[in-house]
């Protein structure tokens, strides 16, 4: 996996951009529309019981919408701050602790785990949310070491520092990322 994660090549931040954004429309449509409404289509088909509480579907959209701004918003800031984009083989070249990243190491992930939440509770889904929260352990054990690596392998110091006052998944209020 090592291998995966290559430095961005030299681009405007527009293009960073509008890459970084096509990488969330098709992240977005897989892992959060057509994936979850597989999953609920199987629990339909088991006649499985749907979550239901008041609100429920507004909940869900607030929440949704809330993680994917952070989620869109971490995506440019790594985009035009870091000089590429969320995906490991076209990664940000400067490391970047503003923004969302400023209160904790992976706000995508957060944001990604957050939105299939909300997904899962729109639909009524348990099982949607069971896939979010998987995703967030795979996330964890299989992805989390090797972009630390990386980011360790290229940064030194500078992320150990990062790393070392940030938190990985629970937002602290007031940042001590310096650099």
Same mark, same amino acid.
């Given at each position: ?77 790594? $985009?035009?701050? @870091?000089? #590429? ?9 400067? %490391? &970047? =602790? ?12 957060? $944001?990604?785990? @957050?939105? #299939? ?9 348990? %099982? &949607? =949310? ?50």
């Amino acid at each position: 996996m090592k291998n995966w994660f290559r430095p961005a090549g030299r681009r405007s931040a527009k293009n960073n951009v509008t890459r970084t954004l096509l990488q969330s429309a098709v992240f977005w449509g897989l892992f959060l529309w057509l994936i979850p409404i597989a999953i609920h289509n199987l629990e339909s088909a088991l006649d499985w019981a749907a979550l239901r509480f008041d609100r429920q579907v507004t909940t869900g959209w607030i929440l949704f919408a809330m993680c994917g701004s952070l989620g869109i918003s971490s995506g440019v800031t790594l $985009a035009v701050q @870091g000089a #590429g984009t969320p995906l490991p083989m076209d990664t940000a070249r400067k %490391l &970047v =602790i503003r923004g969302p990243f400023r209160y904790v190491r992976n706000p995508m992930a957060v $944001a990604g785990i @957050g939105q #299939g939440i909300a997904v899962g509770v729109v639909l009524g889904s348990g %099982l &949607v =949310i069971a896939y979010s929260l998987a995703g967030a352990v795979i996330w964890h054990v299989a992805v989390r070491p090797h972009e630390e690596a990386d980011l360790l392998d290229r940064f030194a110091e500078d992320y150990r520092r990062y790393r070392d006052s940030t938190n990985l998944w629970i937002p602290k209020l007031r940042s001590r990322a310096h650099l």
